[in-house]
T-cell receptor
Framework: SQKIEQNSEALNIQEGKTATLTCNYT??????LQWYRQDPGRGPVFLLL?????KEKRKERLKVTFDTTLKQSLFHITASQPADSATYLC?????????????FGSGTQLTVLP | GAVVSQHPSRVICKSGTSVKIECRSL??????MFWYRQFPKQSLMLMAT?????????EQGVEKDKFLINHASLTLSTLTVTSAHPEDSSFYIC???????????????FGPGTRLTVL
């Protein structure tokens, strides 16, 4: 069966440290993998996208890696701040017939402690 | 740019009644909108894909007669939960894909969500 798993339902780290979140998937061949941030009671906000032929992508304090052999993506937040506390979702972009869909992992709730 | 709104943000209704949720793209046109449902501490689950001017495509296990979707214009899609029951209580989120950018990497802009509570 197809699965997307985000290891660690919850992750607590100290302010200033690097947070590393993991997304593993099975039985998919995604063209793209995306990371979103979701705050309580709000919709997801797009952060970063990485293509299947890319190894790494950076945006300010964010870094994403994509290993299609391991079927894994790592999401890093460097110099973390309490304002980074949120749930982070990975999503695979998959073609289904004529449509492209997003399939989401269940998320990792990150808490950055001051 | 690329703002999606939902109305209402919260709704409480009695069991057996129907509830309509609106999803609007405010500053762009969207031929395709998506409806998701999210239960507490769970992932967003795609319910249906809504295409302007045509019938929605529902995911397996989603009852099309219970969750009525209308995409009457390029800026508005509505989801009506008919004969709602307590198990329909959830967080409903829509997203929209901009006209002309369908070939882009599945770019979707998400609304803020609607919290439905059925008593």
């Amino acid at each position: 069966s197809q699965k997307i798993e985000q290891n660690s339902e919850a992750l607590n780290i100290q302010e200033g440290k690097t947070a590393t979140l993991t997304c593993n998937y099975t039985n998919y061949s995604p063209a793209y993998l995306q990371w979103y941030r979701q705050d309580p009671g709000r919709g997801p906000v797009f952060l970063l996208l990485i293509r299947e032929n890319e190894k790494e992508k950076r945006k300010e304090r964010l870094k994403v890696t994509f290993d299609t052999t391991l079927k894994q993506s790592l999401f890093h937040i460097t110099a973390s701040q309490p304002a980074d506390s949120a749930t982070y979702l990975c999503a695979l972009s998959i073609s289904s017939g004529s449509a492209r869909q997003l399939t989401f992992g269940s998320g990792t709730q990150l808490t950055v402690l001051p | 740019g690329a703002v999606v709104s939902q109305h209402p943000s919260r709704v409480i209704c009695k069991s057996g009644t129907s509830v309509k949720i609106e999803c609007r793209s405010l500053d762009f046109q969207a031929t395709t909108m998506f409806w998701y449902r999210q239960f507490p501490k769970q992932s967003l689950m795609l319910m249906a894909t809504s295409n302007e001017g045509s019938k929605a495509t529902y995911e397996q296990g989603v009852e099309k007669d219970k969750f009525l979707i209308n995409h009457a214009s390029l800026t508005l899609s509505t989801l009506t939960v008919t004969s709602a029951h307590p198990e329909d209580s959830s967080f409903y989120i829509c997203s929209a894909r901009e006209v002309g950018r369908e070939g882009v990497w599945n770019e979707q802009f998400f609304g803020p969500g609607t919290r439905l509570t059925v008593l």
